[in-house]
């Protein structure tokens, strides 16, 4: 993953599944079928990530556009990935290809996850502050993505120290909007850049705006991984599927950000060597009636036609009124031997 790779595309699976494990394993094949390169799912049972309180603090604001109001208990039990998946899940991912891993929100999944040889960890947002979560993961020696929504610079500063002085060699931060869905105007991708040069490590986005519009941006920022919801149909519900890409939209995602990955080309303006026949179509003037030597040039027998070849377009005042030194055949470049 960096600069002389493809960007590395990373469907997070998330709570799509709807509870249905043919389902999970349904979308791993359409992951696939797609042409990305990771799956990812978020390890966490409700207990293990809040606590049963019907407090108003632990409901979802009531003006969220997806969960509003939602009892977070509720939430988590409803989107969670049951652990017993992980393995077949996994499993299917390994067997058609894809580099399969998962978020942890606390020591137990990171203890589930290393039971399961993870070849990575992605730390989410909301845990950027977690950093004994951070260094745990890190201690691994696995490389670690940290996403970076809801952060200030100081944190995301934080995060990068935990996870590199715990033993962290292969780091990858992602700019995020952690708003479902966002909105492209939050998206601040210049912000990329920053953080690249910042933190001097590959830098990703995290993406949760509608369409792929943002993500393939992205990557002429300097994004090499991108990261977007994914869901077999919007159509069937679930508890992301609002802001998650359809298998046919992770297809063109893919497709998409390798040719703006492929178009960012080297910091040169100038032609190509795949112009050279486009070159020779441009302009020049040319003879465009049979004339013999003594013969003035006119406008009716010197042109600027296509292709080139002869004198620049611009030298036609130059060379109307002299005269022709030879016999000069229609269709012959005009140089300066000939008048």
Not at 89 to 111: M, Q
Not at 248 to 270: I, K, P
């Amino acid at each position: 993953m960096g600069d002389g790779h493809r960007p590395f595309v990373l469907a997070e699976m998330s709570g799509n599944h709807n509870g249905d494990l043919d389902r999970a394993l349904a979308i791993v094949d359409a992951v696939a079928d797609a042409g990305a390169q990771g799956l990812k799912l978020q390890t966490y049972r409700a207990d293990t990530i809040t606590i049963d309180s019907d407090q108003p603090r632990f409901r979802v604001g009531d003006d969220h556009e997806l969960w509003g109001g939602e009892n977070l208990y509720a939430l988590y039990e409803r989107a969670h990935t049951p652990w017993e998946w992980h393995a077949p899940i996994f499993e299917r991912a390994r067997e058609r290809g894809l580099v399969a891993f998962s978020s942890p929100f606390d020591r137990t999944a990171i203890d589930l996850l290393e039971s399961l040889d993870v070849p990575a960890y992605k730390i989410a947002s909301a845990e950027i502050v977690d950093l004994p979560l951070i260094r745990l993961a890190a201690s691994t020696g696995k490389p670690l993505i940290i996403s970076t929504g809801t952060a200030h610079v100081g944190e995301i500063a934080a995060a990068v120290e935990a996870a590199r002085g715990a033993g962290c060699e292969q780091l990858v931060v992602l700019g995020c909007t952690a708003s479902y869905p966002a909105s492209p105007e939050d998206s601040n991708l210049r912000g990329l850049p920053l953080l690249r040069d910042l933190f001097d490590c590959v830098v990703g986005l995290s993406d949760h705006t509608h369409g792929i519009g943002a993500a393939v941006a992205a990557v002429a920022l300097g994004a090499r991984l991108v990261e977007k919801h994914v869901t077999l149909a919007r159509a069937d519900g679930g508890v992301d599927s609002a802001f998650s890409l359809e298998p046919a939209e992770l297809a063109s995602l893919v497709t998409e950000t390798e040719r703006g990955w492929q178009a960012l080309g080297q910091a040169y303006v100038g032609p190509t060597a795949a112009e050279d026949q486009t070159r020779l179509l441009r302009r020049s003037l040319c003879v465009v009636a049979d004339v013999r030597a003594g013969d003035v040039v006119t406008s009716e027998n010197v042109r600027s036609i296509r292709p080139g070849g002869g004198l620049p377009p611009d030298l036609i005042d130059v060379v109307l009124g002299r005269r022709f030194t030879a016999d000069v055949a229609r269709g012959t470049a005009l140089t300066w031997d000939l008048v």
